[in-house]
Antibody, heavy 121, light 110 residues
């Protein structure tokens, strides 16, 4: 079955960077994109961006442009999300999700377990 | 401010039916498929409905989805206490070139 396994919780200071990993199994990695979604305390789900596991093309949410980078390593079926210049309101649980594609409404059919990133001085 | 509009909360008694609305525009719901997710904080969100009205395997037929114009609706019948969660609609917005979510609806089963 499809599984997405994320790296563990992180605590970072404002201004630092964080890199979260998402290891996929149970399907052909290159056939689907990976989206990253976060949920801050008391807030709703927020889409951060998407990366093609086929060719590495990316599409980032406008508000995160310049601070976020998404990459993949097809040799290990792993996706990565790096967020730089962290601020306190980046404190959230970060999820990776398998993306069925924008032509299918960008539905996310499998999700990682989530990675808590806490930004605090 | 979310691109898609959902009611903040809905409630109903066990065994009853509830509907959750999701309103958008011609650049998102009016032009794309809608998905619905169930999320309990501390767990991974779960896909309930995709492509407006399709259920992934393992999702009971108590959950249903529909779309008309620029709005979509999630229906849940035979409510159980285990259905208490936050529910989100989502779709693709062609003007933003971005996936978008509603603000979420908290379901309380009284």
């Amino acid at each position: 079955q499809v599984q997405l396994e994320q790296s563990g919780a992180e605590v970072k200071k404002p201004g630092a960077s964080v890199k979260v990993s998402c290891k996929a199994s149970g399907y052909t990695f290159s056939k689907y994109g990976i989206s990253w979604v976060r949920r801050a305390p008391g807030q709703g789900l927020e889409w951060m961006g998407w990366i093609s596991a086929y060719n590495g093309n990316t599409n980032y949410a406008e508000k995160l442009q310049g601070r976020v980078t998404m990459t993949t390593d097809t040799s290990t079926s792993t996706a990565y999300m790096e967020l730089r210049r962290l601020k306190s309101d980046d404190t959230a649980v970060y999820y990776c999700a398998r993306d069925l594609g924008f032509w299918r409404g960008s539905a996310f059919d499998s999700w990682g377990q989530g990675t808590l990133v806490t930004v605090s001085s | 401010q979310s691109v898609l509009t959902q009611p903040p909360s809905v409630s109903a008694a066990p065994g009853q039916k509830v509907t959750i609305s999701c309103s958008g525009s011609s650049s998102n719901i009016g032009n794309s498929y809608v998905s619905w997710y169930q999320h309990l904080p501390g767990t991974a969100p779960k896909l309930l409905i995709y492509e407006n009205n399709l259920r992934p395997s393992g999702i009971p037929d108590r959950f249903s989805g529909s779309k008309s114009g620029t709005s979509a609706t999630l229906g849940i019948t035979g409510l159980q206490t285990g259905d208490e969660a936050d529910y989100y609609c989502g779709t693709w917005d062609s003007s933003l070139s971005a996936a978008v979510f509603g603000g979420g609806t908290k379901l309380t089963v009284l």
